[in-house]
């Protein structure tokens, strides 16, 4: 960026890293460097991330990995190495607050910063700043990342899209509606694939037509979601960068009034704060990769055992299934007085529980899952209630959750 007429007055910025997983792997094996690199596999059989050598052959995230070893024969997989992510992720994060203490991590490798007053302390304006911070992530930790700074947080995450890798791009406020006009409504925030499409089905299908809309005719047709419409159409956001995101994690267990050893008694509880969890998730527009099991033995002993899953869900099938086969290898005849159940590294829920392909009951699961959902909504807990929970509330009643 050579030259803007709002650069020196714009301080919200979104910094996203480039191909985050693909990019720590080619750091680390140097042979990687020039060659299509895919990170995913396992269960799923799904695309995590990609290379962008991988991109220019079609790959992209949550590809069914056949898929995209048919675009891509020569790929190199290789599967996700989530605490290595982490480690990294951590170490960017901490840069980014000696930045300013307005740091919102939005996931593991990217997040908003507000750099509003910075100037004299860092001796720069913001984006001769930012300019610096992505030059020096690169030089020292070897990860490159892409800047979008903008004069709020919805330009400023459009922005840092824009020019990827190694991007640098500045939405100001007097252009925005301008270049906002002609993108698809599905870049606005909030609009996933499904709301689209009924946008796409009433004749909607740019944001510039969404401008030409008066905010009461956008509420009338769609509610809350219609006045949000109306305003991020022509640029307007007045979220806050907030330091603190809340809770890192979300989570319940529960205390047993005599000590349990058996698998088959310890599942249906486990289910049952599967579902406490999922459903604060749900409430919360808050999703996970992060699944932890929590135990504590008879004899007051803690144990935790976690598992990273390749895609951030708030499916309770899906914490049940990873926290059950967790639980498995921990009954071994140890009694145990305490079992919890947890979700962590947050993401937005618009991320969450993206179509397996290669999995069709798993979908089915997940539509019945929103079905009870909606029933006990409407009708309360108790309204429909699984076999399996069932035997958890008749089995035993806990001291406290």
Same mark, same amino acid.
């Given at each position: 960026?050579?030259?803007?007429?709002? *650069?020196?007055?714009?301080?919200?910025?979104?910094?996203?890293?480039?191909?985050?997983?693909?990019?720590?792997?080619?750091?680390?094996?140097?042979?990687?460097?020039?060659?299509?690199?895919?990170?995913?596999?396992?269960?799923?059989?799904?695309?995590?991330?990609?290379?962008?050598?991988?991109?220019?052959?079609?790959?992209?995230?949550?590809?069914?990995?056949?898929?995209?070893?048919?675009?891509?024969?020569?790929?190199?997989?290789?599967?996700?190495?989530?605490?290595?992510?982490?480690?990294?992720?951590?170490?960017?994060?901490?840069?980014?607050?000696?930045?300013?203490?307005?740091?919102?991590?939005?996931?593991?490798?990217?997040?908003?910063?507000?750099?509003?007053?910075?100037?004299?302390?860092?001796?720069?304006?913001?984006?001769?700043?930012?300019?610096?911070?992505?030059?020096?992530?690169?030089?020292?930790?070897?990860?490159?990342?892409?800047?979008?700074?903008?004069?709020?947080?919805?330009?400023?995450?459009?922005?840092?899209?824009?020019?990827?890798?190694?991007?640098?791009?500045?939405?100001?406020?007097?252009?925005?509606?301008?270049?906002?006009?002609?993108?698809?409504?599905?870049?606005?925030?909030?609009?996933?694939?499904?709301?689209?499409?009924?946008?796409?089905?009433?004749?909607?299908?740019?944001?510039?037509?969404?401008?030409?809309?008066?905010?009461?005719?956008?509420?009338?047709?769609?509610?809350?979601?219609? @006045?949000? *419409?109306?305003?991020?159409?022509?640029?307007?956001?007045?979220?806050?960068?907030?330091?603190?995101?809340?809770?890192?994690?979300?989570?319940?267990?529960?205390?047993?009034?005599?000590?349990?050893?058996?698998?088959?008694?310890?599942?249906?509880?486990?289910?049952?704060?599967?579902?406490?969890?999922?459903?604060?998730?749900?409430?919360?527009?808050?999703?996970?990769?992060?699944?932890?099991?929590?135990?504590?033995?008879?004899?007051?002993?803690?144990?935790?055992?976690?598992?990273?899953?390749?895609?951030?869900?708030?499916?309770?099938?899906?914490?049940?299934?990873?926290?059950?086969?967790?639980?498995?290898?921990?009954?071994?005849?140890?009694?145990?007085?305490?079992?919890?159940?947890?979700?962590?590294?947050?993401?937005?829920?618009?991320?969450?529980?993206?179509?397996? @392909?290669?999995?069709?009951?798993?979908?089915?699961?997940?539509?019945?899952?929103?079905?009870?959902?909606?029933?006990?909504?409407?009708?309360?807990?108790?309204?429909?209630?699984?076999?399996?929970?069932?035997?958890?509330?008749?089995?035993?009643?806990?001291?406290?959750?």
């Amino acid at each position: 960026m050579v030259s803007h007429a709002e *650069l020196d007055l714009l301080a919200i910025a979104h910094i996203d890293c480039d191909a985050f997983y693909a990019s720590v792997e080619k750091r680390d094996n140097p042979e990687l460097q020039d060659v299509p690199l895919i990170v995913g596999g396992g269960q799923r059989g799904v695309v995590s991330t990609c290379c962008y050598i991988a991109r220019i052959y079609g790959v992209r995230s949550a590809m069914p990995m056949f898929k995209a070893l048919e675009a891509c024969p020569d790929a190199v997989v290789i599967k996700p190495n989530m605490e290595k992510y982490s480690r990294v992720g951590k170490e960017i994060r901490e840069r980014m607050r000696a930045l300013t203490p307005l740091v919102e991590p939005i996931s593991i490798d990217e997040a908003f910063l507000d750099l509003t007053g910075t100037e004299r302390l860092h001796q720069a304006t913001p984006a001769e700043t930012l300019a610096k911070f992505v030059r020096g992530i690169e030089a020292d930790i070897g990860i490159s990342a892409s800047v979008g700074l903008a004069p709020n947080k919805f330009l400023a995450k459009l922005a840092s899209d824009l020019e990827k890798p190694r991007g640098f791009s500045v939405i100001g406020a007097e252009e925005a509606e301008t270049v906002l006009a002609p993108m698809p409504v599905g870049r606005i925030w909030g609009v996933g694939k499904v709301f689209q499409k009924k946008l796409e089905k009433d004749g909607i299908k740019t944001i510039g037509q969404l401008q030409t809309m008066e905010a009461a005719e956008l509420a009338r047709r769609y509610g809350s979601i219609g @006045l949000r *419409l109306a305003s991020l159409s022509h640029g307007d956001d007045s979220r806050l960068v907030k330091p603190e995101r809340g809770a890192k994690s979300v989570s319940t267990e529960t205390t047993f009034r005599s000590d349990i050893s058996s698998f088959e008694t310890l599942r249906p509880i486990l289910r049952n704060l599967s579902e406490k969890v999922s459903s604060r998730l749900k409430k919360s527009d808050l999703s996970g990769r992060g699944i932890t099991l929590k135990l504590k033995t008879a004899d007051f002993r803690t144990i935790t055992r976690a598992r990273h899953l390749g895609d951030p869900t708030q499916l309770a099938d899906k914490i049940y299934a990873a926290g059950e086969s967790l639980l498995e290898n921990e009954t071994d005849g140890r009694r145990f007085r305490l079992i919890g159940i947890g979700v962590s590294d947050l993401e937005p829920a618009d991320r969450a529980d993206p179509e397996d @392909l290669l999995d069709v009951s798993a979908e089915r699961r997940k539509n019945a899952e929103i079905a009870v959902d909606k029933l006990r909504d409407k009708f309360g807990n108790s309204a429909v209630e699984l076999g399996l929970t069932h035997a958890a509330r008749s089995s035993d009643k806990p001291r406290k959750s």
